[in-house]
Structure formats: structure tokens, C-alpha cells
């Protein structure tokens, strides 16, 4: 029976076939695998499918170029305000304090300032904080509403004043204050005319709240569209 065996594997050796034993996997057979119910994918579907994951790609490229040029029309709409509040805050620090030396120099620095301070404020604590996920819609209009209010209104009230106030005190255009009252004297000199930013207040307010929900919707329209697209 040995012999007939060792005959039968040689006769087939000769003929090509090679026996598989148990455990034993031939090394220079490939074997094809099928799922059950999903054929293997032929060149001509991998073709079909190629524009198509193009074309997703190219859409969601330019949702992403739509929503970034509205974001940064709106960014600068809203710094813009803060620089005509700035130029209102100098206006009437100027007038106040009767001073009339530097006008370009403090006009520049207070349309400037504002300007640059609430585009770098909106993206850090608005615009990154949307696109990492962690903020709500009310949140994003309260954090867009007091960006407006104190780089729009506050800073550049405070800038105005400061300014104005040393080059008073350089060019003596008005009294030198009291002794222990500095501050209180300061501020019964324009205490009238500085009711005059509750224009820009409100403005900056109403634009904050205006600017922070449309960038959310935007951001969540972007946002459903690519996952519908996906």
C-alpha cells in the first residue's frame, strides 16, 4: 500500500497537481474570496465611481469657499463698525478736552485699533469655537454680541480718552485737575457728550446678534450639506 501511494504522489507530481495536506497551504496559489450576495467590483464601476467622488469633493470644496467668504465679509462688516465707533469716541474726547494737535495721528490709531482688535477677538472666540463643535447658537450670539460691545464701544471710549486726555494735559487745553479727583474731574468734563456712544452701543449690539446667527447658519448649512453629500 506504501508503494501504490508513493507511486500515485509521484504520477501526480508529474502531472501537475500538487496535494494539499492537512495545515498546508500552497504558497503560489491565490485564492479569490467572495462575499456572500456582493460581487467583486469590476473596472467599469471603479470608473463610474471615480467622477463621482470628484464631484463630491469639488462641492464640498466650494461649500467650504462660500462659507468662508461670507464669514470674512461679515468679520470685517463688523470691524468696520468698531472703527466708526472709534472715530466717534475720538470726535468727542477731542471736543471735550478742546484738543487739536495730532488729529491724523489719534484718528488713525482709533479707526485702527478697533478694527484689527474685533477681527482677532471674533475668530478666537466665536469662529474657532464654532468649528471645533463646542458652542451653541446662543452662545454664538453672546459671544458675537459682547465682542461688538467691548472692542466696538468699550476699547475705543477708553482709547479716545486716554489719548486725548494726555495730549490735554501736554498742551494744557484745559484746567489741570484737583488733587484726589483726577478721575471724577476727567469725566464731568465730557460726561455730556459721551451719552453720545449709546448710538454705537446699540449699533454694535444689533450688528453682534445679527453677524453671530447668520455665521451659525451658515456654519450649520455647510455642515448638513457635506453630510448629505457624504
Not at 501537475?16 to 485564492?31: C, F, H, L, Q, R
Not at 479707526?111 to 454664538?140: H, M, R
Request: hydrophobic share 40%.
Amino acid at each position: 500500500m506504501a508503494a501504490l501511494g508513493r507511486e500515485a504522489g509521484a504520477d501526480l507530481r508529474e502531472a501537475g497537481v500538487v496535494p494539499v495536506g492537512a495545515g498546508e497551504v500552497p504558497k503560489n496559489i491565490k485564492m479569490a474570496t467572495y462575499t456572500h450576495g456582493q460581487p467583486s467590483p469590476s473596472p467599469g464601476d471603479a470608473k463610474l465611481r471615480r467622477p463621482m467622488v470628484i464631484e463630491i469633493i469639488e462641492k464640498k470644496i466650494e461649500y467650504l469657499r462660500k462659507e468662508k467668504a461670507l464669514n470674512i465679509y461679515g468679520t470685517v462688516g463688523f470691524g468696520t463698525t468698531a472703527s466708526f465707533s472709534g472715530v466717534l469716541a475720538n470726535f468727542i474726547f477731542r471736543h471735550c478736552f478742546k484738543v487739536k494737535h495730532d488729529t491724523l495721528k489719534t484718528y488713525a490709531s482709533l479707526t485702527t485699533l478697533p478694527f484689527l482688535s474685533t477681527i482677532v477677538t471674533y475668530k478666537l472666540f466665536v469662529t474657532d469655537a464654532l468649528y471645533s463643535g463646542n458652542i451653541s447658537k446662543e452662545n454664538c450670539v453672546l459671544r458675537s454680541s459682547l465682542t461688538g460691545i467691548v472692542c466696538g464701544v468699550l476699547y475705543p471710549s477708553a482709547l479716545a480718552f486716554i489719548k486725548n486726555g494726555r495730549l490735554a494735559v501736554k498742551y494744557h487745553t484745559v484746567p489741570l485737575p484737583p488733587k484726589g479727583r483726577v478721575l471724577h474731574y476727567w469725566l464731568m468734563l465730557c460726561h455730556t457728550e459721551i451719552k453720545a456712544m449709546v448710538i454705537p452701543l446699540v449699533l454694535q449690539t444689533v450688528v453682534g446678534v445679527f453677524n453671530g446667527l447668520q455665521h451659525y447658519a451658515i456654519f450649520e448649512s455647510t455642515l448638513e450639506e457635506t453630510v448629505h453629500e457624504d
